[in-house]
Structures are given as C-alpha cells and as structure tokens.
Nanobody, 126 residues
Framework: QVQLVESGGGLVQAGGSLVLSCAAS????????MGWFRQAPGKERELVAT????????YYADSVKGRFVISKDNTKRMSYLQMTNAKPEDTALYYC???????????????????WGQGTQVTVSS
C-alpha cells in the first residue's frame, strides 16, 4: 500500500532552488507529524527537517538551517521541502515520512516514523 509519494526531485545547479512535494493518502493526516530525510551514496540516512502535526512547529538539521523550509498543508494532505541555495553536498535521495503523534511539536529524531515514501533524487551540480 502506497501512502506517501514524493515528487519534484531533479538536477539543479549550485545556488539554485528546488521544491520537493509529498502527497499523503492518510486518514487523519492532521494527526501525523511529517519529516524529510535524505541518504547520499555511502552515507547513513539523516534527518533533514520535521514539522508538527498542526504545522506550528518545525525542526531543522544544522546543515540545512536557513536554506531549507519544511511546510505541511492539512487541508490538501501535502508536505513540502523548499530548498534554496543548494549545495553539492545536498545531493541525495530524499524521503518524506509520517509519524502518528500525540503531541503537537516537531520530532527531533527518526524514531516513530513508520510510513515512508519511495524517495526522489536530488542532484546538485557544482
């Protein structure tokens, strides 16, 4: 069963911008915190950003803080990752994930994210 589908990946030059989208086929989408993760070849998967179920709180990895913005639209059941000032080290396979959450704040780890998308590739050229 496919419940999360990412799109928007592609090739972008360093310094450019890209927006990744995640469409969620989840009941009670407003009860899920959302997260974006990435994995580069030979590297462990890392947390990029998370957002609370109501979209009132967000958390970012230091490496992307000030450059990326995560958002969540509960009426459209969508999550987005806005990437600006892209760098070659941002090259990775990007995943969105969902976590059923009793609390309305942005998670700070990957724990509890049980629903995952298939990933979308982002390549940043120098």
């Amino acid at each position: 069963q496919v419940q999360l589908v990412e799109s928007g990946g592609g090739l972008v030059q360093a310094g450019g911008s890209l927006v990744l989208s995640c469409a969620a086929s989840l009941r009670s989408y407003g009860s899920y915190a959302m997260g974006w993760f990435r994995q580069a070849p030979g590297k462990e998967r890392e947390l990029v950003a998370t957002i609370s179920r109501s979209a009132g709180d967000s958390y970012y990895a230091d490496s992307v803080k000030g450059r990326f913005v995560i958002s969540k639209d509960n009426t459209k059941r969508m999550s987005y990752l806005q990437m600006t000032n892209a760098k070659p080290e941002d090259t990775a396979l990007y995943y969105c994930a969902a976590r059923w959450y009793d609390f309305d704040y942005a998670p700070r780890s990957s724990s509890g994210f049980d629903v995952w998308g298939q990933g979308t590739q982002v390549t940043v050229s120098s």
